[in-house]
């Protein structure tokens, strides 16, 4: 990969972490966002406020299972939750970038471990008829990284117990979009739970949904 390219990505990981505050899909800096360059990954630093943070921060980890674990080369030590970033690189080779983070209504069902069933057709958007809530193990350790690859089985999101949420992308912008995404259909899941519970759609429908999705060309990107 050129210089220039890694560049612009450094600076791309930095414009969505200030998008995710600036939106209220975070706050402070809890979140973190990684994506692949290469046989690497370029990842948010540890505790750097985004406003903050310059390009050359941005850490610099090995995706190569025989690398050293936690290897990382930059100023700054990559966030405490490389693990994940790093182990869902590793294990998807079709995803190209990783968004956490801690937005309002995920996060609220995040902590009563709740998965999000088919209330909308839009959950198709993460790969089937629900997000699933993984379970609960501390931040930053292996044992959260399997949970959460568990939980990521054949989807583009998930709740992590009592922490946040986690959404994947080809592209930085597709894993952006389905945070956002996530956080809205978590927030009409929420609403709805308040008036006696959403009337759910059955897996035809999500199945119809999908197979529309795909007439797009953007693997349910609208």
């Known amino acids: 990969m050129s210089g220039t390219g890694q560049a612009a990505d450094r600076q791309a990981i ?5 998008d995710m505050n600036a939106s209220g899909l975070n706050q402070g800096t809890s979140g973190n966002v990684s994506v692949r360059h290469g046989a ?9 406020p985004y406003d903050a943070m310059t390009p050359d921060m941005i850490a610099e980890m090995p995706l ?3 690398a050293e674990d936690g290897a990382w080369t930059g100023p700054r030590k990559p966030s405490t939750e490389w693990r994940f970033h790093r182990d869902i690189l590793r294990a998807r080779p079709e995803i190209g970038a990783v968004v956490h983070a801690h937005p309002p209504y995920c996060t609220t ?3 009563a471990r709740r998965p999000i069933p088919a209330c909308h057709y839009m959950i198709a958007a993460f790969g089937g008829n629900d997000v699933r809530c993984a379970g609960y193990a501390t931040y930053g350790t292996a044992a959260l990284s399997a949970l959460a690859l568990d939980a990521l089985t054949d989807r583009t999101a998930c709740l992590l117990a009592n922490h946040g949420m986690i959404a994947l992308g080809e592209t930085l912008d597709k894993a952006m979009w389905r945070a956002v ?8 899941y929420y609403q709805s739970l308040l008036i006696g519970g959403p009337v759910l759609l059955d897996d035809a ?14 693997a349910a990107k609208r």
Request: proline residues 2%.
């Open 14 to 18: 930095i414009d969505a972490c200030r």
């Open 40 to 48: 690497s990954m370029l990842i948010t630093p540890s505790a750097t």
């Open 64 to 66: 190569d299972a025989g």
């Open 109 to 111: 069902l995040a902590v």
């Open 181 to 188: 995404e996530l956080e809205t259909i978590a927030r009409q």
């Open 205 to 218: 429908a999500i199945a119809e949904t999908m197979a529309g999705f795909g007439s797009y060309g953007l």
